[in-house]
């Protein structure tokens, strides 16, 4: 995807579609591994619907409140984490701030000067700021952009499991 910019940020964004730009930087991505995501997002719903349509009507109205707020704080958490601009690299010109004698970390595949804490994705075919890892669940890179909707992803999915199995000891003391 191509947009033109005078500021000196990039032009491309390598494998990735990017839209909802603020400033010449994408404000949402989508990554390669799109697939990935559509699946795990879908499998999430059928997981939702199941809870709503099978196990919530055998449990209280407030632990079917709790397991909703919990699962809507997962799948929330997943969409941004998957959608969110990971924080790729805009700079094509050098900044001025970067201290004499501290190299140019400039990647020749995305033409942008990188700071020390920014990586090349070969997947993504972008450098991304803080670059975490690459995850084919969200479909991209997990970085400076996502990585915290990231780990509350992962920290609802614990909370998700753990109310399972509250919830089924709860309902197999019952009876």
Known sequence: ??????KGL?????????FGFIGGEPLFCIGPHWPFFLCLFTFLLIIGLFFICFVSPSISSSNTIIGVSVFCFLLINFLMAALINPGIEMRTVRDEDLEPDEPD?????CEVYKSNMT???DDCGVCVQEYDHHCPWTGKCIGRGN????YSFLFGLLICFLYCIVTMAMTIQEK
């Open 119 to 121: 990586e090349h994705c």
């Open 147 to 150: 990585i915290n909707f990231f």
């Open 10 to 18: 990039r032009k491309n964004f390598g494998h990735l579609k990017c």
């Open 105 to 109: 970390n400039f990647c020749s595949i």
């Open 1 to 6: 995807m191509e947009i033109e910019s005078s």
